[in-house]
């Protein structure tokens, strides 16, 4: 009977010891607690103590090498960092190399066709990514990067995460790149239990992410913890036995970094049957360069939204002007997008009639190779070269 007192006891303070410190850091932490002054517990001496001198003794050891990193070129930081979005680092690093090859200045890249700059970019997906960088760089051509975050989230393309990255790691401004890396390694440390999706939690996470930042190494703390989120503070399950904060992390002392941080759970995307056509007329087949939001600018076989039946694809290319038969099935091909995904039957249909269609273009296996073609038609792609070559044999 005793024993189970004292465990109750012992329980009871360690709910009140949670809830205490939760109140505390929410406080210290919260938009009303700054007001243009030191907090009264010195948190920036805490944080920067316990937190940002050992993950930056840690990165300066195991950060990770990339064409694009400690170059200090500011143009090198803002392609990388544009690059990065939504895309994995190892896919990046041979398309910076390639890219920057292509257009080794933001003169030479703002001289640029945007046709060439979409194909430099072809494969990495999110193709307005490509046209704002161009937008870009046409208005930055001769004057140079703005220096703070502030004046760089006004440029087409630069949301608050790219312009904190560019800030911090090319012009040293102490403000932290919220990604999703920092928002987890940050949600663990402080063990943040709410939703981050909520606005005042991202206020929160920020101003936390403020106080870890040095005054000499804001860049550096920036790609710290960004490292540490992608090699071991990672979702899911964190490799804690690994990680340089261990001991000073809030969530790993409560036992549940796996449990963070809270989200909403993400809505499935929209599926969508599509028939991609091959139009073949003598040595060409017919593209289509697109005018829609996604894939703009890119050059698409003819797609069919649920036109699936031969009767079907015949009667829309009827709607186009266009007479043809199906000459058969060449198999299927998937991509994902962010919201959507597109599940592909390639048919190849033959026209005996080039008819010109809006935004149409007749295009030789030659032309298939030079221009800027999605990920999204790669399969097709493959097959309109190989009966466009076996036509030329």
Not at 44 to 51: Q, Y
Not at 68 to 87: A, C, K
Not at 127 to 156: C, D, I
Not at 247 to 267: H, R, S
Request: aromatic share 8%; net charge positive.
């Amino acid at each position: 009977m005793q024993s189970q007192n004292i465990y109750e006891m012992l329980k009871n303070t360690r709910k009140y010891i949670k809830f205490a410190r939760n109140v505390f850091y929410r406080l210290a932490f919260s938009r009303h607690a700054h007001r243009g002054r030191r907090l009264w517990y010195t948190a920036p001496m805490r944080t920067i103590d316990t937190l940002t001198l050992p993950l930056l003794a840690w990165y300066d050891a195991h950060k990770r090498a990339f064409p694009f990193r400690d170059s200090g070129n500011p143009y090198h930081v803002w392609l990388s960092e544009i690059m990065l979005q939504q895309t994995r680092t190892a896919t990046v690093t041979s398309y910076f190399t390639r890219f920057t090859a292509l257009f080794p200045t933001v003169e030479a890249l703002a001289a640029a066709e945007e046709t060439d700059v979409l194909k430099a970019w072809e494969g990495l997906g999110y193709y307005s990514r490509a046209r704002n960088l161009l937008k870009t760089a046409r208005l930055l051509a001769g004057k140079g990067f703005p220096t703070t975050a502030e004046e760089l989230v006004k440029l087409p393309g630069i949301g608050p995460y790219t312009a904190a990255a560019i800030a911090s790691i090319a012009f040293g401004q102490p403000v932290p790149a919220m990604d999703g890396n920092l928002n987890r390694v940050i949600a663990r440390l402080f063990h943040i239990t709410d939703n981050i999706g909520r606005p005042a939690v991202k206020r929160q996470l920020h101003d936390l992410g403020k106080s870890l930042m040095p005054e000499d190494r804001p860049g550096d703390m920036n790609q710290a913890l960004m490292d540490l989120g992608a090699t071991i503070c990672l979702p899911g399950t964190p490799e804690c036995h690994r990680c340089p904060l261990q001991k000073a992390c809030l969530a790993y002392l409560e036992g549940e970094p796996d449990t963070l941080p809270v989200m909403d759970a993400k809505k499935p995307p929209v599926q969508m049957d599509m028939a991609v056509i091959l139009l073949q007329c003598g040595d060409q087949v017919l593209l289509r360069r697109r005018k829609e939001t996604l894939l703009k600018g890119l050059y698409v076989f003819v797609l069919l939204e649920d036109a699936q039946s031969k009767s079907a694809i015949a009667k829309a290319l009827g709607q186009m002007g266009i007479s043809a038969r199906e000459v058969k099935t060449l198999g299927t091909a998937r991509h994902v997008f962010t919201h959507r995904v597109w599940n592909m039957t390639v048919r190849h249909w033959q026209t005996e009639e080039k008819t010109d269609i809006p935004g149409g273009l007749w295009a030789s296996a030659q032309d298939i190779r030079a221009l800027p073609l999605p990920t999204a038609m790669k399969a097709a792609r493959e097959w309109a070269l190989q009966i466009l070559d076996k036509g030329e044999e």
